[in-house]
Nanobody, 124 residues
Framework: QVRVVESGGGLVQAGGSLRLSCGSS????????MAWFRQAPGQEREFVAG????????SYADSVRGRFTISRDSAQNTVSLQMNSLKPEDTAVYYC?????????????????WGQGTQVTVSS
């Protein structure tokens, strides 16, 4: 069974930084696109950032572009999300998705390979 595990969430003040990491037991990871989504209370889950399996291309939501950076370590089968200049509206549960596909610059998440989520809270 494939396991996807996120870590690195927490509480931070506005303007601060956090780094999220995602790892998976799946042997598909080295050849898989990966992405981060988030879901705030009462809202739908939304795309945050994604990266191709080679790491050569990435995509970001407009709300985080220029503040967040997604990267991957193929040797460790992990993907990270560096979040800088955090805002209270970034508060959400952040989820990692593994093995999705791309339609142009839009990431289509894998239906099954989701992590359990990690809470990010930004105080004002």
């Amino acid at each position: 069974q494939v396991r996807v595990v996120e870590s690195g969430g927490g509480l931070v003040q506005a303007g601060g930084s956090l780094r999220l990491s995602c790892g998976s037991s799946a042997r598909i990871v080295p050849r898989s696109a990966m992405a981060w989504f988030r879901q705030a209370p009462g809202q739908e889950r939304e795309f945050v950032a994604g990266i191709t399996w080679s790491g050569s291309s990435s995509s970001y939501a407009d709300s985080v572009r220029g503040r967040f950076t997604i990267s991957r370590d193929s040797a460790q089968n992990t993907v990270s999300l560096q979040m800088n200049s955090l805002k209270p509206e970034d508060t959400a549960v952040y989820y990692c998705n593994v093995g999705g596909s791309w339609s142009g610059s839009s990431y289509i998440p894998h239906r099954t390979f989701w992590g359990q989520g990690t809470q990010v809270t930004v105080s004002s």
